[in-house]
């Protein structure tokens, strides 16, 4: 039996991880983690047997502990820290959005333990320092992105130095084959064409900010040069991601856009389990279709691949006014392309500069929020 602590239970990952769970005998959930929803946490313990959760909002860890007296609740950030170190898991599975993340992954490799990584951020700011850490104490990270994960099932089988590139595939978003995007409502942004997820993380599906970030992970986890991963616009999703090899060949993993599959074969790694989910069928589907992404229109993902390029603290910076523009977008502040606007001058402000220590992507996103706050306010329409 394989104990798996969730860290943003009732998120879109953590609901669909517990459903893998409840279908595996081999599985079993021992802690909770979660912002403020302390209801749903609390109906989630109940129902998979959990007897420890953690809420990040202090009020809502009184209300779960006011209303639920069957284990242990604990509060705030150094909660969901602690929650590591009480149910002594086998594997994290970290689905906490945002930077709010990478505390929580150093934590688990720390102590030796193997992260299912669904957090992006924790390799978009703390990449080099975090593969650095796992590999001194030995822990494994296991992609749960549908990309990275098709990458790992991909390259697992190849002999080093026989990989020649890596293209990650992209839908386009709501707003493929745009060129204006000046007048763009929340509610379209929010319309993504393949995927249901949380407001920030389909905004920079919107922006293709997120394929930008899955460069930067690619290029932590796998070790590959960034001019050798290549971003293609695939609409219809079934190709995840794509391995080029020195001999001319090119793997391909394909599926049904469906999270529990990737979600199932980090929680297993190395052992693969069955899922129910419909079957491929490429006749019925007729066709797949790829394009150029256009960074031009989306200049998102242009400024994601310059910062990762520069190294250093960029893609902290990049992380960090991202958070901020997307929520002011969602807030109705600015406008769509506001989000790009406010990132660029972020950036352009706070030149990259080298890392040596965790507490350096900390001050560097605090500084970043700041000037990317003084920057939405300043788009924002009197």
């Not at 209303?67 to 150094?78: F, K, P, R, S």
């Not at 549908?146 to 990650?168: C, K, W, Y």
């Amino acid at each position: 039996m394989r104990k798996v602590l969730i860290l943003g239970s009732t998120g879109s990952i953590g609901t669909q991880a517990l459903e893998v769970i409840e279908g595996s005998p081999e599985l079993q959930a021992v802690g909770l983690a979660a912002g403020r929803n302390w209801e749903t946490t609390v109906a989630q313990a109940r129902e998979h047997g959990v007897r420890a959760i953690a809420l990040v909002d202090s009020d809502a860890a009184a209300r779960a502990g006011a209303n639920w007296g069957d284990g242990t609740v604990l509060a705030g950030e150094e909660g969901v820290r602690e929650l590591i170190a009480a149910t002594e898991p086998d594997l994290v599975l970290n689905g906490i959005v945002g930077a709010a993340g990478l505390g929580s992954t150093v934590v688990a490799l720390s102590a030796g333990i193997d992260v299912a990584l669904a957090n992006k951020e924790s390799l978009v700011l703390g990449g080099e320092l975090v593969m650095a850490l796992a590999e001194a104490t030995g822990a494994r990270l296991l992609p749960v992105d549908s990309e990275h994960s098709a990458l790992h099932q991909l390259i697992g089988a190849e002999a080093p130095g026989t990989v020649d590139r890596l293209q990650i595939t992209a839908s386009g978003g709501p707003f493929r084959g745009r060129d204006d995007l000046s007048h763009v409502s929340v509610a379209e942004a929010l319309d993504h064409p393949t995927w249901k997820m949380g407001g920030r993380i389909t905004i920079d599906c919107a922006t293709l900010m997120n394929k930008g970030f899955e460069v930067i992970e690619a290029h932590h986890l796998f070790c590959v040069p960034y001019e050798r991963i290549d971003v293609v616009v695939h609409p219809q999703s079934l190709i995840h991601s794509m391995v080029h090899l020195v001999d001319g060949s090119t793997l391909a993993h394909l599926g049904y856009p469906d999270m529990r599959v990737p979600i199932s074969y980090a929680l297993h790694f190395p052992e693969r389990m069955p899922v129910d989910v419909p079957r491929l069928d490429l006749a019925a589907v007729g066709a797949l279709t790829f394009e150029d992404p256009d960074p031009d229109t989306f200049a998102c993902l242009r400024l994601a691949l310059e910062a990762g390029e520069a190294g250093g603290t960029a893609p902290t910076v990049l992380n960090a006014a991202d958070e901020v523009a997307v929520a002011a977008f969602l807030d109705g502040r600015i406008p769509f392309t506001g989000i790009a606007a406010v990132i660029e001058r972020i950036l352009a402000a706070m030149p990259a500069r080298p890392v040596t220590h965790f507490d350096d992507l900390f001050a560097t996103d605090a500084e970043a929020r700041e000037r990317a706050a003084a920057a939405a306010r300043e788009l924002t329409p009197a």
